[in-house]
Protein backbone atom coordinates (compact mmCIF):
# COMPACT_ATOMS: atom_id res chain seq x y z
CA UNK A 1 0.00 0.00 0.00
CA UNK A 2 1.02 3.46 -0.66
CA UNK A 3 2.41 5.45 2.33
CA UNK A 4 3.64 8.53 3.33
CA UNK A 5 6.27 9.01 6.16
CA UNK A 6 7.49 12.05 8.31
CA UNK A 7 10.67 11.32 9.73
CA UNK A 8 10.10 13.97 12.98
CA UNK A 9 7.18 13.92 15.12
CA UNK A 10 8.09 16.85 17.37
CA UNK A 11 10.48 19.24 16.16
CA UNK A 12 11.38 22.44 18.52
CA UNK A 13 13.43 25.02 17.54
CA UNK A 14 14.33 28.75 18.39
CA UNK A 15 13.78 31.68 16.52
CA UNK A 16 15.85 32.14 13.38
CA UNK A 17 16.88 29.12 13.24
CA UNK A 18 16.89 27.16 10.46
CA UNK A 19 14.28 24.36 9.58
CA UNK A 20 13.90 21.28 7.26
CA UNK A 21 11.23 18.80 8.03
CA UNK A 22 11.91 15.27 6.18
CA UNK A 23 8.99 13.51 3.98
CA UNK A 24 9.42 9.93 2.26
CA UNK A 25 6.21 8.18 -0.10
CA UNK A 26 6.43 5.01 -1.73
CA UNK A 27 5.14 4.86 -4.59
CA UNK A 28 7.11 4.64 -8.16
CA UNK A 29 4.51 6.05 -10.05
CA UNK A 30 3.61 9.74 -10.82
CA UNK A 31 3.02 11.41 -7.81
CA UNK A 32 1.76 15.08 -7.50
CA UNK A 33 3.01 16.34 -3.66
CA UNK A 34 1.93 18.89 -1.12
CA UNK A 35 2.27 20.29 2.38
CA UNK A 36 -0.06 21.04 4.49
CA UNK A 37 -0.10 23.30 7.09
CA UNK A 38 -2.26 23.70 10.64
CA UNK A 39 -2.30 25.88 12.82
CA UNK A 40 -3.21 25.55 16.63
CA UNK A 41 -7.30 25.44 16.91
CA UNK A 42 -7.53 26.14 12.79
CA UNK A 43 -8.09 23.67 9.84
CA UNK A 44 -5.79 22.35 7.23
CA UNK A 45 -4.68 24.83 4.39
CA UNK A 46 -2.04 24.44 1.54
CA UNK A 47 1.65 25.55 2.13
CA UNK A 48 2.58 24.45 -0.99
CA UNK A 49 2.40 21.83 -3.97
CA UNK A 50 4.57 20.18 -6.72
CA UNK A 51 2.93 18.85 -9.62
CA UNK A 52 5.79 19.04 -11.86
CA UNK A 53 8.24 21.79 -14.00
CA UNK A 54 10.87 23.11 -11.30
CA UNK A 55 11.66 20.20 -8.47
CA UNK A 56 12.17 23.37 -6.03
CA UNK A 57 8.90 25.14 -5.30
CA UNK A 58 7.85 28.17 -3.15
CA UNK A 59 5.02 28.79 -1.06
CA UNK A 60 3.84 30.98 1.17
CA UNK A 61 5.27 32.56 3.94
CA UNK A 62 8.92 31.98 2.87
CA UNK A 63 8.38 28.03 2.92
CA UNK A 64 10.12 25.89 0.48
CA UNK A 65 10.54 22.55 -0.60
CA UNK A 66 12.86 20.54 -3.04
CA UNK A 67 10.96 17.51 -5.17
CA UNK A 68 13.90 14.57 -5.10
CA UNK A 69 12.25 12.09 -7.40
CA UNK A 70 15.03 9.43 -6.79
CA UNK A 71 15.14 9.33 -3.49
CA UNK A 72 11.29 9.65 -2.96
CA UNK A 73 11.62 12.71 -0.89
CA UNK A 74 9.81 16.00 -0.71
CA UNK A 75 11.30 18.23 2.29
CA UNK A 76 10.46 21.44 3.52
CA UNK A 77 12.69 23.95 4.19
CA UNK A 78 13.18 27.48 5.52
CA UNK A 79 15.52 29.64 6.37
CA UNK A 80 14.83 31.70 9.51
CA UNK A 81 11.62 30.01 11.59
CA UNK A 82 9.43 32.61 13.41
CA UNK A 83 7.50 31.97 16.34
CA UNK A 84 4.53 32.09 14.18
CA UNK A 85 5.25 29.08 12.60
CA UNK A 86 4.18 26.85 15.28
CA UNK A 87 1.77 24.57 14.12
CA UNK A 88 1.43 21.05 12.73
CA UNK A 89 3.06 20.02 9.22
CA UNK A 90 1.53 17.54 6.88
CA UNK A 91 2.92 16.01 3.88
CA UNK A 92 0.96 14.62 1.32
CA UNK A 93 1.21 12.83 -1.75
CA UNK A 94 -1.68 12.41 -4.42
CA UNK A 95 -1.34 9.72 -6.84
CA UNK A 96 -2.02 10.04 -10.44
CA UNK A 97 -5.78 8.47 -10.87
CA UNK A 98 -5.98 7.47 -7.68
CA UNK A 99 -8.56 9.84 -6.52
CA UNK A 100 -7.16 10.12 -3.38
CA UNK A 101 -4.71 12.08 -1.08
CA UNK A 102 -2.40 10.13 1.39
CA UNK A 103 -1.11 12.35 4.42
CA UNK A 104 2.12 11.49 6.61
CA UNK A 105 1.64 11.39 9.97
CA UNK A 106 2.26 15.19 10.87
CA UNK A 107 5.07 16.92 12.54
CA UNK A 108 4.35 18.93 15.20
CA UNK A 109 7.11 22.33 14.70
CA UNK A 110 7.37 24.58 18.21
CA UNK A 111 9.07 27.57 17.72
CA UNK A 112 10.73 29.13 21.01
CA UNK A 113 10.94 32.84 21.25
CA UNK B 1 -18.05 32.95 0.90
CA UNK B 2 -18.24 30.36 3.42
CA UNK B 3 -16.00 27.75 1.97
CA UNK B 4 -16.73 24.51 3.40
CA UNK B 5 -18.85 24.41 6.53
CA UNK B 6 -19.37 22.00 9.18
CA UNK B 7 -21.45 21.20 11.86
CA UNK B 8 -21.72 20.22 14.83
CA UNK B 9 -18.05 21.91 16.22
CA UNK B 10 -18.18 19.75 19.15
CA UNK B 11 -20.11 16.72 20.01
CA UNK B 12 -20.43 13.94 23.00
CA UNK B 13 -21.90 10.57 22.45
CA UNK B 14 -22.54 7.46 24.57
CA UNK B 15 -21.46 4.75 23.09
CA UNK B 16 -24.02 2.59 20.59
CA UNK B 17 -25.69 6.33 19.70
CA UNK B 18 -25.82 7.38 16.57
CA UNK B 19 -25.56 11.05 14.83
CA UNK B 20 -24.81 12.84 11.10
CA UNK B 21 -21.53 15.43 11.35
CA UNK B 22 -23.10 18.02 8.53
CA UNK B 23 -20.54 19.06 5.41
CA UNK B 24 -21.68 22.01 2.96
CA UNK B 25 -19.75 24.04 0.47
CA UNK B 26 -20.59 26.08 -1.72
CA UNK B 27 -17.47 26.39 -4.08
CA UNK B 28 -19.34 23.85 -6.68
CA UNK B 29 -16.38 21.64 -6.42
CA UNK B 30 -17.16 17.69 -7.47
CA UNK B 31 -14.95 16.34 -4.76
CA UNK B 32 -15.82 15.79 -1.41
CA UNK B 33 -14.08 13.78 1.08
CA UNK B 34 -14.01 12.73 4.84
CA UNK B 35 -10.82 12.75 7.11
CA UNK B 36 -10.44 11.74 10.72
CA UNK B 37 -7.35 12.79 12.31
CA UNK B 38 -5.42 10.92 15.29
CA UNK B 39 -2.67 12.62 17.23
CA UNK B 40 0.25 10.24 15.96
CA UNK B 41 -1.49 8.50 12.68
CA UNK B 42 -1.92 12.06 10.74
CA UNK B 43 -5.57 12.23 8.32
CA UNK B 44 -6.55 9.30 7.20
CA UNK B 45 -9.80 9.15 4.54
CA UNK B 46 -12.67 7.47 5.72
CA UNK B 47 -15.18 8.23 2.62
CA UNK B 48 -14.95 10.47 -0.15
CA UNK B 49 -17.53 10.49 -3.52
CA UNK B 50 -16.41 12.32 -7.10
CA UNK B 51 -19.89 13.91 -7.93
CA UNK B 52 -23.39 13.67 -6.78
CA UNK B 53 -24.58 10.01 -6.41
CA UNK B 54 -20.96 8.52 -6.19
CA UNK B 55 -19.42 7.43 -2.99
CA UNK B 56 -16.25 5.17 -2.22
CA UNK B 57 -14.13 4.52 0.43
CA UNK B 58 -11.50 5.25 1.85
CA UNK B 59 -8.52 3.62 4.51
CA UNK B 60 -10.92 3.85 7.35
CA UNK B 61 -14.97 3.32 6.23
CA UNK B 62 -15.72 1.33 8.89
CA UNK B 63 -18.54 2.23 11.14
CA UNK B 64 -19.09 5.22 8.72
CA UNK B 65 -21.66 6.06 6.43
CA UNK B 66 -22.09 8.68 3.50
CA UNK B 67 -24.21 9.76 0.69
CA UNK B 68 -24.54 12.66 -1.84
CA UNK B 69 -27.40 13.42 -3.02
CA UNK B 70 -26.27 17.06 -4.43
CA UNK B 71 -23.25 18.53 -4.94
CA UNK B 72 -23.30 20.64 -1.68
CA UNK B 73 -23.75 18.68 0.70
CA UNK B 74 -21.85 15.49 2.24
CA UNK B 75 -23.10 14.60 5.64
CA UNK B 76 -21.06 11.38 7.24
CA UNK B 77 -23.31 8.86 9.43
CA UNK B 78 -21.80 7.29 12.61
CA UNK B 79 -24.68 4.27 12.99
CA UNK B 80 -23.66 3.21 16.49
CA UNK B 81 -20.78 4.71 17.98
CA UNK B 82 -17.56 3.37 19.46
CA UNK B 83 -15.54 4.69 21.87
CA UNK B 84 -12.49 4.01 18.71
CA UNK B 85 -14.34 6.85 16.94
CA UNK B 86 -13.56 9.81 19.41
CA UNK B 87 -11.63 11.82 17.05
CA UNK B 88 -11.45 15.11 14.73
CA UNK B 89 -13.76 14.56 11.76
CA UNK B 90 -12.48 16.95 9.09
CA UNK B 91 -14.88 17.31 5.55
CA UNK B 92 -12.98 18.77 2.48
CA UNK B 93 -13.95 19.83 -1.10
CA UNK B 94 -11.74 20.27 -3.83
CA UNK B 95 -12.43 20.73 -7.69
CA UNK B 96 -11.62 17.29 -8.89
CA UNK B 97 -10.20 14.58 -8.08
CA UNK B 98 -6.62 15.15 -9.19
CA UNK B 99 -6.19 18.68 -8.26
CA UNK B 100 -5.16 17.62 -4.97
CA UNK B 101 -5.43 21.27 -3.12
CA UNK B 102 -8.35 20.41 -0.69
CA UNK B 103 -10.24 23.12 1.59
CA UNK B 104 -11.15 21.98 4.60
CA UNK B 105 -13.73 22.72 7.18
CA UNK B 106 -12.96 23.83 10.58
CA UNK B 107 -13.25 20.48 11.92
CA UNK B 108 -15.34 18.56 14.54
CA UNK B 109 -14.66 17.19 17.74
CA UNK B 110 -16.47 14.19 18.79
CA UNK B 111 -16.05 12.17 22.14
CA UNK B 112 -17.85 8.96 22.47
CA UNK B 113 -18.33 7.57 25.93
Known amino acids: AQSVSQHNHHVILSEAASLELGCNYS??????LFWYVQYPGQHLQLLLK??????LVKGIKGFEAEFIKSKFSFNLRKPSVQWSDTAEYFC???????????FGQGTRLTINP | NAGVTQTPKFQVLKTGQSMTLQCAQD?????MSWYRQDPGMGLRLIHY???????DQGEVPNGYNVSRSTTEDFPLRLLSAAPSQTSVYFC????????????FGEGSRLTVL
Open chain 1, 92 to 102: AVLIQGAQKLV
Open chain 1, 27 to 32: YGGTVN
Open chain 1, 50 to 55: YFSGDP
Open chain 2, 27 to 31: MNHEY
Open chain 2, 49 to 55: SVGAGIT
Open chain 2, 92 to 103: ASNVGPNTGELF
